[in-house]
């Protein structure tokens, strides 16, 4: 231990400044209004249609607590339900030596190329540039982690990782990196173009990744949930399968799945149900993959789990419903966490799964929040999201040493973001960026906030932005 | 030294957790509605999949009907699908043995049964089993033409799975592939078959 968690993107500004910065960015805002606007209400429709919505919630809040309750027991459940059908676990301490698993199945393999689909266990651990290092190219292979990747990016949304994306953005994106370019920026041209390019990838891939959404304890049968097909080509295509899986993403039986097969497409996509689910156990002779590796991930869950008010953040099933009714995530987006676990959820697990609140960007999530409680009224697991931040303030607080001018700016930030009063306040004076560092100062807060900078002649913030910290780490990385 | 696992399962033993949880299940384990297919023929059909009620002794007038609208001439199907499915007039390409890969990137289309259809929420689940063959005869194939009996109709999530046997490799379709990626535009056709044709047998 002692390597770094990359669950946080190394370099990535505290909360605050990197929030500022998208605050000015006004076609991002544009961007994202209109994406979690259209998503909020389909939810609501989707949602509105089941009388017993409201019981399915206890229920899935119910089932993941037992999960959490009896972890090692279904653990150890789940193991020999996989390898009895012929597959081989796996498990990692943390993300290197997950990442390690991977590489040395690959290379058993002799691939130097792989398909992905989509997952947020690997995007956690950094896995791509871990294969990249050691000679293996990933090829990512849903529309958006497409986009991300062809544009050198960084994700901003659970579910939508090119969120922040518009249609002429993303034509520029795949212009430059594809062969053939798209026919135009419709978003049909542009899915045509994303087909052409992978079809030939897909069907001569030796290896394919994926993460999982389920894994049922007693059948050991492996849920992939996914909209384009591209999820289902990964997993039954290639000759080998690697599914790298958080060690909470249990259910303990196949029963629990009626539960989360409802909560879960409703709350994420806003459908009755995605277009593609696929289930598998093992290897099955003549259908599919012909071996298959599953990587349990620790990489901070155990300690995670340890916290008796944090642990409910486990629980999460990546919906990203909590993202789509932010109002901080709707005006900052994703890539201001400086997580691949933006919005509400990435606020508590993020700064959990790091472990380090000396980490002043860490200790910055929990204030990335007005503490509104939508989160928590969409949550399909009924995580207490509100209540799980303010114990991880008292703890970043604690953490503290001397106030540097991070330090100050944050704290700035957070008295605003504490109270909705003051955040509507604050919003309805003008920009909420205001009550941040512009120009090297902290300009005096509008209305209640005036109390606060008057009292303290806030400091300059360092001078490096989010944007340029951005193209500076790209520059670095490619 | 420890291995990952007995490092993984002695910090969970070490953590003090809370008693088991009793689950509630008070939730609708099912539901009846009066009219289970047409709400199926609806909830398909708001995918943008193409939905045919037919009766069982006109499915193969209506496969032929609907082969020869689309200008289908060759169709890849499990073997064992009803031999009368396999209508004169198009080139059947049965998958045994198993069709390789690069041919059936280049079928028309395929057509299969399925093991247990959901109203609810317009799927279709495909198991592996009877007329439905492995699971990339459904997948690699840009038209995917698809046959329920009004038997495999269930109305609810929980109704389907009670029907389908974990240990099986399952699909779970409702709808073309489809994105939201740009713009949350919903846009269907991506990689999996760009249409979808259900014929609903009673
Ligand atoms: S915290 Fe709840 S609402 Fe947010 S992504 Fe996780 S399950 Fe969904």
Redesign the pocket.
């Given at each position: 231990m002692g390597v770094r968690n990359p669950v946080t993107w190394l370099g990535s500004p505290v909360f605050p400044k990197a929030a500022h910065e998208a605050l000015a960015d006004t076609q991002l805002r544009r961007n994202l209004r209109k994406a979690t606007t259209t998503i909020r209400t389909k939810r609501a429709g989707v949602v509105a249609e089941l009388d017993d919505w409201e019981r399915l919630r206890q229920a899935g809040e119910a089932i993941k607590d037992d999960v959490l309750a009896n972890l090692d027991t279904y653990l150890v459940r789940l193991e020999k339900a996989v390898t009895a059908r012929g597959g081989v676990v796996h498990w990692a301490r943390d993300a290197e030596e997950a990442n390690r698993i991977v590489l040395d199945l690959v290379r058993a393999e002799g691939a130097d190329e792989v398909v992905k689909v989509k997952s947020m266990a690997t995007a956690e651990i950094g896995l791509n540039e871990a294969l990249e290092a050691g000679g293996v190219r990933a090829v990512e292979t849903d529309l958006a982690e497409l986009i991300v990747q062809l544009g050198d990016d960084r994700p901003s949304h659970?579910l939508v990782p090119a969120i922040h994306r518009n249609r002429a953005e993303i034509r520029d994106v795949f212009r430059r990196g594809m062969a053939e370019e798209p026919a135009s920026d419709e978003p049909r041209d542009l899915a045509e173009a994303a087909r052409r390019h992978l079809r030939r990838k897909f069907l001569s891939a030796k290896v394919a990744i994926s993460g999982a959404n389920f894994a049922v304890a007693d059948t050991g049968s492996i849920v992939v949930v996914e909209s384009e097909g591209n999820g289902r080509m990964c997993l039954t295509l290639p000759e080998t399968l690697i599914t790298v899986m958080g060690i909470e993403k249990l259910v303990p039986s196949w029963q629990d799945l009626e539960v989360f097969l409802q909560l879960l497409p409703r709350?994420s996509t806003a459908e009755r149900m995605n277009p593609y689910t696929s289930v598998w156990s093992g290897v099955t002779p003549g259908d599919g993959p012909r071996r298959f590796h599953l990587v349990l991930l620790d990489n901070g869950r155990t300690a995670t789990l340890a916290d008796q008010v944090g642990r409910q953040a486990l629980r999460?099933?990546?919906?990203?419903?909590?993202l789509n009714v932010c109002p901080v995530y709707e005006r900052t987006g994703g890539q201001a966490y400086g997580s691949v676990y933006p919005g509400?959820?990435g606020a508590i697990l993020a700064p959990q799964l790091a472990g380090d609140m000396h980490d002043e960007q860490a200790a910055s999530l929990p204030y990335a929040s007005s503490l509104c409680g939508a989160?928590y009224e969409?949550?399909?697991?009924r995580?207490n999201?509100p209540e799980v931040l303010t114990h991880l303030r008292a703890e970043a607080v604690r953490a503290k040493g001397k106030r540097t001018p991070e330090a100050i700016a944050m704290a700035a930030a957070a008295w605003v973001f504490a109270d909705p009063k003051r955040y509507e306040a604050a919003q309805k004076a003008g920009s909420l960026s205001r009550l941040l560092a512009r120009d090297g100062r902290i300009k005096r807060l509008p209305g209640p906030g005036a109390k606060w900078t008057d009292s303290r002649d806030a400091p300059a913030v360092p001078k490096e932005s989010f944007r340029a910290w951005w193209r500076k780490n790209h520059v670095q990385r490619s | 030294m420890f291995s990952a696992r007995d490092e993984i399962l002695a910090r969970i033993r070490a953590v003090n957790r809370a008693s088991p949880v009793p689950i509630p299940r008070d939730y609708e384990r099912t539901r009846t509605v009066p009219d289970v297919l047409g709400l199926l023929d609806e909830r398909v059909t708001d995918y943008k999949a193409i939905v045919h009620r037919v009766a069982e002794a006109q499915l193969p007038d209506r496969i032929a009907d609907r082969l020869a609208l689309r200008s289908v001439s060759t169709m890849a199907v499990p073997s064992d699908v009803p031999p009368e499915w396999r209508v004169p007039a198009v080139t059947w390409l049965p998958d045994e043995p198993p069709l390789p890969l690069a041919e059936l990137d280049t079928v028309d289309g395929v057509l299969t049964g399925c093991a247990v259809a959901i109203a609810e929420t317009g799927t279709i689940v495909l198991d592996a089993g009877a007329g439905q063959g492995r699971r990339m005869l459904s997948l690699v194939p840009d038209y995917h033409l698809c046959v329920v009996r009004a038997d495999q109709v269930v109305t609810s999530v929980p109704e389907a799975l009670a029907r389908l046997e974990p240990g099986r490799p399952l699909t779970f379709i409702s709808g073309p592939s489809a994105t939201s990626d740009i713009e949350l535009d919903r846009v269907e056709g991506v990689h999996g078959p760009r249409t979808l044709e259900v014929l609903i047998a009673t």
């Open positions: 659970i709350s999460c099933i990546r919906c990203s419903a909590c509400p959820i989160c969409v949550c399909p697991v995580i999201i | -």
